[in-house]
């Protein structure tokens, strides 16, 4: 089964705590290092509880999971660069 790659932060509600998924980085190979592109801080909304939350630069970190929902919308401020 393939896995694939997010760029996500974790939500900051207490009650919540999904990952946030902000960039779809494709399925996982672990031979491929993916450099992140971010602003020091973004706003980010939660598809679970819907609360919107300013998060850090390095609140951003990687996960594996399935395929994206048909509906996911990248965020706008987050890029890979080349490298
Ligand atoms: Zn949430």
């Known amino acids: 089964m393939t896995s694939y790659l997010y760029w996500v932060v974790d939500c900051k509600n207490p009650e919540c705590e999904s990952p946030i998924l902000l960039y779809f980085l494709g399925p996982h190979n672990p031979s491929v290092t993916h450099v ?6 973004i706003e980010a909304k939660c598809m679970s509880c819907r609360q919107a939350h300013t998060y850090r630069r390095a609140e951003i970190h990687t996960k594996i999971g399935s395929p994206p929902p048909a509906d996911f919308v ?5 890029h890979p660069s080349a490298g």
């Open 36 to 41: 992140l592109q971010a602003p020091d801080t």
């Open 74 to 78: 990248p965020h706008p401020r987050i």
